[in-house]
């Protein structure tokens, strides 16, 4: 059962340099930024990764991001390495979201599955520079065993019950 307590969020590399290659850029930033106030709502832990931010540039600046966030700087694809792996232990669940859907959100799930993570990617929250490898990536990860969800779907899978205290404040998220 996926709770805010066995979960963490990856919001991985939606930088400056792919602002206007990115199909469907401004659905990708606001999913994120629901995404975002979601996990501050719920204080489930959120790693803010930029690869090679010198060349691609810092994250967004109109995506939220909440305060407990950790920044990440990579070069590496995949967001696993030794330094982040002190910090998701006792995580079993892992939600992915970003870019470039067929390179960093690929491999980064494919490692999360290595390391026995439930993988929820957040299909209209992630994307490519096309639309053929966003779908060729989803393909994949649904093939390799990922839950492709979307921001909506996945929120109110994840709470279960209208009867829980945020439910008011979070049902205005996606409206």
């Given amino acids: 059962m996926i709770t805010s ?3 963490l969020f990856l919001m991985v590399d939606i930088q400056e340099k792919f602002r ?5 850029m401004d659905k990708i930033i606001k999913n994120s930024s629901i ?3 979601f996990a501050e709502m719920q204080n489930i832990p959120i790693f803010v990764t930029e690869q090679y931010p010198e060349g691609l540039g810092k994250t967004l600046e109109d995506i ?3 305060s407990h966030a950790k920044p990440f700087i990579k070069t590496r694809f995949s967001i696993f390495d030794d330094k982040i792996d002190r910090f998701i232990h006792r995580k079993t669940n892992v939600v992915i979201y970003g870019i470039e859907a ?8 494919l490692d999360a599955k290595k390391k026995g993570f439930d993988v929820y990617v957040i299909a209209d929250a992630v994307s490519s520079r096309t639309m053929e490898n966003k779908d060729i990536a989803i393909n994949r990860l ?7 969800s979307s921001t909506e779907m996945f929120i109110f899978e994840m ?15 996606v409206k």
């Fill in 5 to 7: 307590k066995n979960t």
């Fill in 20 to 24: 206007n290659v990115i199909p469907e």
């Fill in 35 to 37: 995404l975002n106030k």
């Fill in 64 to 66: 939220y991001v909440p």
């Fill in 102 to 109: 067929h390179i960093c959100i690929t491999q980064t799930a």
């Fill in 142 to 148: 649904r093939q390799e065993g990922c839950i492709i």
């Fill in 159 to 173: 709470i279960q019950d209208a009867n829980i205290p945020q439910f008011k404040d979070i049902s205005k998220l």
